[in-house]
C-alpha cells in the first residue's frame, strides 16, 4: 500500500498514533506523480518531493497554515503554499530522495536517467556532483 501512496500525484503522512484518520500533511506534486519524498533530520519543517518531471522541489511545512485539518500545497502565485525551490535534477523521474544524516544541506538524488547527483542547497549553483557510471535504473539513494 505504501508503494500504490508514492505512485501518485501526492504523498500523505498520516498521524502518529496511526489512526485511519485523514493525511496529516498533503503535498501536491504540482502536476506530475511524485516518485520520492525525504525529510530533512535536521530540519523537520523541511521536505523534498522527487517526480516524474525529474524536478526537485522543497517545501518549508512552517509555512503552512497552523491548522489541525488536512491541507495541500499548490503552485498559488503569491501564496506561501509555493515551493522554497524548484531544481532541474534529472532528464527523467527522480526516483530517490536522501538528506545527509550530518548535512543538514546535503541531498543526494537518484533517477531513471541512471545518474545519481549530489546537491548542496545552500549554494545558488546546488548540484555539487552528477555520477554517470550506472548502467541501469537507479532506484534510490543512501549515505
Known amino acids: 500500500e505504501k508503494a500504490k501512496s508514492l505512485?501518485?500525484?501526492s504523498l500523505s503522512a498520516t498521524p502518529p498514533t496511526?489512526?485511519?484518520?485523514?493525511?496529516?500533511?498533503?503535498?501536491?506534486?504540482?502536476?506530475?506523480?511524485?516518485?520520492?519524498?525525504a525529510q530533512n533530520?535536521?530540519?523537520?519543517?523541511?521536505?523534498a518531493v522527487g517526480?516524474?518531471?525529474?524536478?526537485?522541489?522543497t517545501f518549508d511545512?512552517?509555512?503552512?497554515?497552523a491548522e489541525s485539518q488536512p491541507f495541500t500545497?499548490?503552485?498559488?502565485?503569491?501564496?506561501?503554499?509555493v515551493p522554497t525551490s524548484v531544481l532541474n535534477a534529472h532528464?527523467?523521474?527522480?526516483r530517490g530522495l536522501e538528506f545527509h544524516p550530518r548535512q543538514a544541506d546535503r541531498l543526494l538524488s537518484c533517477s531513471y536517467d541512471m545518474t545519481?547527483?549530489?546537491?548542496?542547497?545552500?549554494?545558488?549553483q546546488p548540484q555539487t556532483q552528477r555520477f554517470h557510471h550506472h548502467s541501469e535504473f537507479v532506484y534510490g539513494v543512501t549515505w
Open 7 to 9: 505512485a501518485s500525484d
Open 18 to 37: 496511526g489512526e485511519q484518520a485523514k493525511a496529516a500533511v498533503r503535498i501536491s506534486s504540482l502536476g506530475g506523480e511524485i516518485l520520492a519524498m
Open 41 to 47: 533530520p535536521h530540519r523537520a519543517h523541511q521536505v
Open 51 to 57: 517526480c516524474v518531471d525529474g524536478k526537485i522541489r
Open 61 to 65: 511545512l512552517r509555512r503552512t497554515p
Open 73 to 81: 500545497i499548490k503552485p498559488t502565485p503569491g501564496s506561501f503554499t
Open 91 to 94: 532528464d527523467l523521474g527522480v
Open 116 to 124: 545519481v547527483a549530489l546537491w548542496d542547497l545552500n549554494l545558488e
